[in-house]
């Protein structure tokens, strides 16, 4: 799923080939973001379109050669003059007389050249470790490139045979090169995936082109732009040399920012700041600059911004309940919710002030939901692939608190601001405090090795970001206790989860979000719900993701031969607030429910609840202590290790296969477990409150 979708699309068609762009924003002036070399095309700017578009108007195209742009046949297709063509043709199909141009690599020449071939078109060049053409008496490099070899190794790759015979092998060894920063896993996938969507003999055409220039692509620039230029390079770059850069700047005049240790890839590898660069450097040319206000430190209220994971609602849940009890501890907070869907459901019922720019957060429950299968969700590799949304939700968090002023922060997996505030340590504003259930990314066995030397990459990030900043955090705070963390290891030569979350948390025990006690009287919530005491009731939820259609069905489907086995069966399934009611089959007699605000007392007052292996449901069953079933999503490593350690801890049995179950078992399991006595490990019942001192010290 995109973190933002384009408000318009469309080709331009130069002598026969098709160019394809897209536009997103309204504002001025208009920023083209340009394609680089066609080994990848118009997505390598997925971290900066949704950022750029909230405050100004943003071209890209796809280079001719790959993506939805043609793929020309003959080399005199793909010269510096097509490539520049290309750009002008995008500004005059989307109506701009003049824009900022922005690129990377070879897309940097192609920006620069545009501002020296059209003047009249550009504002201003921002440059990312720019390609520039050879000098005229360089030594050809034709010869290696042309080359037989009975093996390639390194840069050897770089060769018309070895494409031809092994081009996946080339992009293999290429994208380590152009992203050789650490914990570059992603980069480097994304990299090598938008390579198979070219081909090598497109590439051999494209280095063949340069034959074919016109004479005067390097004067152009050292000498022929005149506006404004931002030169970015990294002084580890090892695909064009950072001295490159350094050239660039002098000759044409403007400046350069120097990125330590950066490697080539920079616009994907430092999103944030790359994001920041562009916006200051294109802010110069509004027609009007805007209007800002600033309050003296006396005029300024007390203030906190809670964000709240939109995975499920267990996250807004417990945040209620802490933000109550953190108001008692400071009556004149005031806190402001930065949310999404659909916490904001939570949120509103409770007549809580959400931020106006929620509205500019990317969905993160939609993206889980377009990755699930049938009761399968890969939450890791879904998570990986959620990097453009979490670049772009940090980005509005950066706009809300550089723009105001908070005395707190609590961010309950926020993960995009921790990620993103780790690697931009500057970019901090205000007090942090970053709340958890579970800590550390675990693999699923039958994924193999190379997810769990992924897993573990992620695991060593995370280690070293703290160890790097211990402060940035000012205060971690995990959601249970030290015995509800897995003792798996994070990975080769690191600790344990246990070992190195007990150094490095408080622990606040559980939050239930709502006193347990007040629903132990099991009789009066049956009669206040309307539900007769001969009645065995079955609620099945599946929390507030819309991950969970699939076990809903399932257990619908059950209904008729349980009804059979159970005498006065009631089922009811909870759709929540992202499936929609309507598009359930289930058979007569099932009744469907759409979002229930306090879901918390259907479940205290059942005989049985059947749910997923989310915590929030299952910690409120056994809070209220009744019997459940669960079915953790398959390849859901949370679920199925972190949230499975912490129920048999409390009590609760092995949990139950979506996949090994069929209606007919399901029946029996209903049956065998409906009304059954529990005898669970109580739940800690001050949770919020020891969550909230724990904040109220940062205040």
């Known amino acids: 799923m995109r973190a933002r979708e384009p408000d318009t699309q469309g080709f331009v068609e130069r002598h026969g080939v098709r160019i394809s762009y897209e536009v997103f924003g309204s504002g001025e002036p208009t920023i083209l973001l340009l394609p680089s070399w066609a080994i990848v095309h118009a997505r390598q700017w997925k971290s900066q379109v949704p950022y750029l578009a909230k405050h100004f108007r943003v071209v890209v195209m796809d280079p001719r050669g790959n993506g939805r742009s043609d793929q020309p046949q003959v080399a005199a297709a793909y010269t510096d003059v097509e490539y520049v063509s290309d750009a002008v043709a995008v500004l005059d199909a989307t109506n701009t007389e003049r824009a900022v141009t922005v690129g990377w690599s070879l897309g940097g020449r192609y920006a620069l050249q545009v501002a020296g071939w059209h003047p009249?078109?550009?504002?201003?060049?921002?440059?990312?470790?720019?390609?520039?053409?050879?000098?005229?008496?360089?030594?050809?490099?034709?010869?290696?490139?042309?080359?037989?070899?009975?093996?390639?190794?390194?840069?050897?790759?770089?060769?018309?045979?070895?494409?031809?015979?092994?081009?996946?092998?080339?992009?293999?060894?290429?994208?380590?090169?152009?992203?050789?920063?650490?914990?570059?896993?992603?980069?480097?996938?994304?990299?090598?995936?938008?390579?198979?969507?070219?081909?090598?003999?497109?590439?051999?055409?494209?280095?063949?082109?340069?034959?074919?220039?016109?004479?005067?692509?390097?004067?152009?620039?050292?000498?022929?732009?005149?506006?404004?230029?931002?030169?970015?390079?990294?002084?580890?770059?090892?695909?064009?040399?950072?001295?490159?850069?350094?050239?660039?700047?002098?000759?044409?005049?403007?400046?350069?920012?120097?990125?330590?240790?950066?490697?080539?890839?920079?616009?994907?590898?430092?999103?944030?700041?790359?994001?920041?660069?562009?916006?200051?450097?294109?802010?110069?040319?509004?027609?009007?600059?805007?209007?800002?206000?600033?309050?003296?430190?006396?005029?300024?209220?007390?203030?906190?911004?809670?964000?709240?994971?939109?995975?499920?609602?267990?996250?807004?849940?417990?945040?209620?309940?802490?933000?109550?009890?953190?108001?008692?501890?400071?009556?004149?907070?005031?806190?402001?919710?930065?949310?999404?869907?659909?916490?904001?459901?939570?949120?509103?019922?409770?007549?809580?002030?959400?931020?106006?720019?929620?509205?500019?957060?990317?969905?993160?429950?939609?993206?889980?939901?377009?990755?699930?299968?049938?009761?399968?969700?890969?939450?890791?590799?879904?998570?990986?692939?959620?990097?453009?949304?979490?670049?772009?939700?940090?980005?509005?968090?950066?706009?809300?608190?550089?723009?105001?002023?908070?005395?707190?922060?609590?961010?309950?997996?926020?993960?995009?601001?921790?990620?993103?505030?780790?690697?931009?340590?500057?970019?901090?504003?205000?007090?942090?405090?970053?709340?958890?259930?579970?800590?550390?990314?675990?693999?699923?066995?039958?994924?193999?090795?190379?997810?769990?030397?992924?897993?573990?990459?992620?695991?060593?990030?995370?280690?070293?970001?703290?160890?790097?900043?211990?402060?940035?955090?000012?205060?971690?705070?995990?959601?249970?206790?030290?015995?509800?963390?897995?003792?798996?290891?994070?990975?080769?030569?690191?600790?344990?989860?246990?070992?190195?979350?007990?150094?490095?948390?408080?622990?606040?025990g559980y939050v239930t979000g709502f006193d347990p006690a007040a629903v132990a009287d099991v009789g009066a919530i049956r009669a206040e719900l309307g539900w007769r005491p001969d009645e065995k009731i079955c609620v099945v939820t599946v929390g507030g993701s819309g991950v969970g259609s699939h076990l809903l069905t399932r257990v619908a489907e059950s209904f008729d031969l349980a009804q059979k086995l159970v005498p006065g069966l009631r089922m009811i399934a909870v759709a929540g607030p992202r499936i929609d009611p309507a598009s359930l089959q289930v058979p007569s007699g099932v009744e469907v429910h759409g979002h229930v605000p306090g879901l918390y007392r259907q479940l205290a007052g059942c005989d049985l609840a059947v749910v997923q292996g989310g915590l929030t449901t299952t910690m409120e069953l056994v809070a209220t202590r009744r019997p459940f079933l669960y079915f953790p999503l398959a390849r859901h490593f949370e679920q199925q290790f972190h949230v499975r350690h912490r129920l048999a801890r409390y009590g609760v049995g092995p949990p139950m296969s979506y996949a090994d179950t069929d209606p007919e078992q399901l029946a029996e399991a209903i049956a065998a477990e409906i009304g059954r006595d529990v005898d669970y490990r109580p739940v800690e019942t001050d949770g919020a409150a020891r969550a909230a001192a724990m904040l109220a010290d940062l205040l």
């Open 120 to 508: 009249d078109r550009v504002l201003g060049v921002v440059a990312f470790a720019p390609a520039v053409p050879r000098e005229p008496d360089a030594e050809d490099d034709d010869g290696a490139f042309e080359a037989v070899q009975d093996r390639y190794e390194g840069w050897e790759k770089y060769n018309r045979h070895s494409w031809l015979r092994d081009y996946r092998g080339f992009a293999e060894f290429f994208m380590p090169q152009v992203f050789s920063d650490p914990h570059s896993t992603k980069q480097i996938e994304d990299g090598i995936d938008w390579s198979q969507q070219t081909t090598p003999e497109t590439l051999i055409r494209i280095h063949e082109a340069a034959a074919l220039a016109r004479g005067d692509e390097l004067d152009t620039i050292r000498s022929g732009v005149h506006c404004p230029v931002l030169t970015v390079h990294g002084d580890a770059d090892g695909v064009i040399p950072y001295e490159v850069g350094v050239r660039v700047a002098e000759w044409t005049r403007g400046s350069l920012v120097t990125i330590s240790n950066g490697s080539h890839g920079t616009t994907m590898r430092e999103p944030v700041q790359v994001n920041l660069l562009v916006r200051e450097f294109a802010e110069a040319f509004r027609a009007w600059p805007g209007r800002t206000s600033w309050a003296s430190g006396l005029d300024r209220p007390k203030r906190a911004l809670f964000l709240s994971s939109p995975i499920g609602l267990g996250h807004a849940r417990r945040d209620l309940a802490i933000a109550e009890q953190l108001r008692a501890l400071h009556p004149d907070l005031q806190i402001e919710w930065l949310a999404q869907h659909p916490v904001t459901e939570v949120l509103q019922a409770r007549h809580e002030n959400i931020h106006p720019a929620s509205r500019w957060l990317a969905s993160e429950s939609g993206h889980l939901e377009s990755e699930c299968g049938e009761h399968d969700l890969h939450v890791f590799q879904s998570y990986r692939r959620m990097d453009e949304i979490l670049v772009a939700n940090f980005m509005v968090f950066h706009d809300v608190v550089t723009e105001e002023h908070f005395d707190l922060v609590v961010a309950d997996e926020a993960w995009d601001v921790d990620q993103f505030l780790h690697e931009n340590p500057d970019l901090k504003r205000s007090p942090l405090a970053w709340l958890t259930d579970f800590v550390g990314w675990l693999p699923m066995p039958d994924e193999g090795p190379s997810e769990a030397a992924l897993t573990s990459d992620y695991n060593a990030e995370m280690v070293e970001h703290i160890a790097r900043y211990p402060r940035l955090r000012d205060r971690s705070i995990f959601i249970g206790s030290p015995g509800d963390l897995v003792p798996d290891l994070l990975g080769p030569g690191l600790p344990t989860v246990r070992d190195w979350t007990t150094q490095h948390y408080d622990f606040a």
